[in-house]
């Protein structure tokens, strides 16, 4: 197989209901010039299983983390062996909708341009839609990569979306330090700010992925630890990159952050039935 432009990457991990239709999305919306990488991150569940009956496509790749050090090992772990040009990474419950994949290759033609997200559905643990086109709120059109951050950082919120929304770089992850371990709960957020730093946003408007809720990322103790990240996240980006987030752009974000926090406890006991 020749060296392919894209990777799409999936840190897996307990998939095993969900990892073979988040792979099928993948190679059906790729061609000749994508790989395919999977790390299964010591599942106790059939995800393994699941990932090895897509061995005979030679896209594909099957790697194994051994367990311990979080979803940052696991993310990097399989980012590293991508060879693309261009690098997405996808969990292993999302889905890629037809025509994303090539629709945000050619918006990084540019060289000009480090980072491109699309809208998302949001969806419950059957896959039905619980909210439709999300995301890309402020960020409708194509800027300075250092602005996006910023909106983001007042938004209090991740405005890119989930990693299965977004495309970046190879090398401006791998400038950025690759995934960023400091904080957990942010971890692709925190990640895309230091690679917008490197070049532009460029913005794919139309629906391209989905994201699939579960209790357990919604708890109410988990909303709790993603506010005080974000704040922290928010203050530790100021301090590097002063000129691009201001003290108050922290003040407005770390407001608008527990805001957010207490709209998503609220959202958590209104859909929690349908997040089991």
């Known amino acids: 197989m020749t060296t392919p432009r894209l990777s799409v990457v999936i840190p897996a991990y307990n998939n095993g209901?969900?990892?073979?239709?988040t792979m099928r999305s993948v190679l059906a919306d790729g061609?000749?010039?994508?790989?395919?990488?999977?790390?299964d991150h010591a599942s106790t569940d059939d995800t393994l299983e699941q990932v090895r009956k897509?061995?005979?496509?030679?896209?594909?790749?099957?790697?194994?983390?051994?367990?311990g050090g979080g979803a940052p090992r696991n993310w990097n772990r399989v980012t590293e062996s991508a060879r693309g040009e261009l690098v997405k990474l996808v969990c292993g419950d999302d889905i890629v909708l037809p025509g994303t994949l090539r629709r945000q290759m050619a918006i990084l033609d540019d060289p000009a341009v480090s980072l491109t997200a699309c809208r998302r559905n949001?969806?419950?643990?059957?896959?039905?839609?619980?909210?439709s086109?999300?995301?890309?709120r402020g960020l409708g059109r194509r800027m300075p990569?250092?602005?996006?951050?910023?909106?983001?950082?007042?938004?209090?919120?991740?405005?890119?979306?989930?990693?299965?929304?977004?495309m970046m770089r190879k090398s401006?992850?791998?400038?950025?330090?690759?995934?960023?371990?400091?904080?957990?709960?942010?971890?692709?957020?925190?990640?895309?700010?230091?690679v917008l730093m490197q070049g532009e946003f460029a913005p794919d408007l139309t629906t391209g992925a989905t994201f699939r809720m579960s209790a357990t990322q919604w708890s109410v103790v988990l909303v709790r630890d993603q506010a005080d990240q974000a704040k922290a996240f928010h203050r530790a980006l100021h301090a590097e990159h002063p000129?691009?987030?201001?003290?108050?752009?922290?003040?407005?974000?770390?407001?608008?952050?527990?805001?957010?926090?207490?709209?998503?406890?609220v959202s958590y006991w209104i859909l929690k039935r349908r997040m089991r």
């Open 17 to 21: 209901k969900t990892i073979a239709e």
């Open 31 to 39: 061609g000749d010039d994508l790989e395919l990488i999977v790390a």
């Open 54 to 67: 897509f061995s005979a496509d030679d896209r594909v790749t099957i790697l194994e983390t051994p367990a």
């Open 122 to 131: 949001i969806v419950d643990a059957e896959g039905k839609v619980l909210f």
């Open 133 to 136: 086109g999300w995301g890309l």
């Open 145 to 166: 990569g250092h602005r996006a951050v910023r909106s983001a950082v007042r938004a209090g919120s991740n405005l890119f979306g989930e990693p299965a929304s977004v």
């Open 172 to 194: 401006a992850l791998v400038g950025a330090g690759g995934w960023r371990a400091d904080f957990p709960y942010l971890i692709d957020q925190a990640t895309y700010s230091r």
């Open 243 to 265: 000129e691009a987030v201001s003290a108050v752009d922290v003040l407005i974000g770390n407001i608008r952050a527990s805001m957010m926090a207490r709209a998503r406890q």
